[in-house]
T-cell receptor
């Protein structure tokens, strides 16, 4: 199988840092994507890791450990507009998504 | 640049009816795919294509057909609609990176289908 697991929901405070974890079966994929999806909209690409380590892109960073089948998305200086679902997706011959993590940012 | 265009945006069908969801992209992407999204289920892959004339099944292909006669178009056909197919459908395309691996997905705006 190609199970991808992430928490269902998280809540964080405006201005804080939040980490969204994703675990997957290592035999299925050779990289991880992160997408953001606001309610009623299409997903949009955030980041992509194919090698181990941290990729930083402004307020967003993504980490990958291929041997552990583990990734996380780190959001810094949270803003209200960051309230959305965050989708972890495995990269291979086809792209398979986890169920997504709904993030609620409160004032 | 239009990107990925899906039509229709909304559709209501009766059980047993057939219909086609259209998807077109103008980015010359080789890889195209269809997903459905249901509450709490995330995006589930229905069918995908790595180039014109080549299609393959995803995670939930039953009840759906696809074809890829051109690079630009990838229609999804519902042969006999069922209430279980009520969902939001997304078409997505990607340029191929390393051979046989997908790159960043570009999504259409989605098509909301209700089957009564």
């Amino acid at each position: 199988g190609q199970n991808i697991d992430q928490p269902t929901e998280m809540t964080a405070t405006e201005g804080a840092i939040v980490q969204i974890n994703c675990t997957y079966q290592t035999s299925g994929f050779n990289g991880l994507f992160w997408y953001q999806q606001h309610a009623g909209e299409a997903p949009t690409f955030l980041s992509y890791n194919v090698l181990d380590g941290l990729e930083e892109k402004g307020r967003f960073s993504s980490f990958l450990s291929r041997s552990k089948g583990y990734s996380y998305l780190l959001l810094k200086e949270l803003q209200m507009k960051d309230s959305a679902s965050y989708l972890c997706a495995g990269r291979g011959f086809k792209t398979i998504f986890g169920a997504g993590t709904r993030l609620f940012v409160k004032a | 640049n239009a990107g990925v265009t899906q039509t229709p945006k909304f559709q209501v069908l009766k059980t047993g009816q057939s219909m086609t969801l259209q998807c077109a992209q103008d980015m010359n992407h080789e890889y195209m795919s269809w997903y459905r999204q249901d509450p709490g289920m995330g995006l589930r892959l229905i069918h995908y294509s790595v180039g014109a004339g080549i299609t393959d099944q995803g995670e939930v292909p039953n009840g759906y057909n696809v074809s890829r006669s051109t690079t630009e178009d990838f229609p999804l056909r519902l042969l006999s609609a069922a209430p279980s197919q009520t969902s939001v459908y997304f078409c997505a395309s990607s340029p191929t990176g390393v051979p046989a691996n997908t790159g960043e997905l570009f999504f259409g705006e989605g098509s909301r289908l209700t089957v009564l």
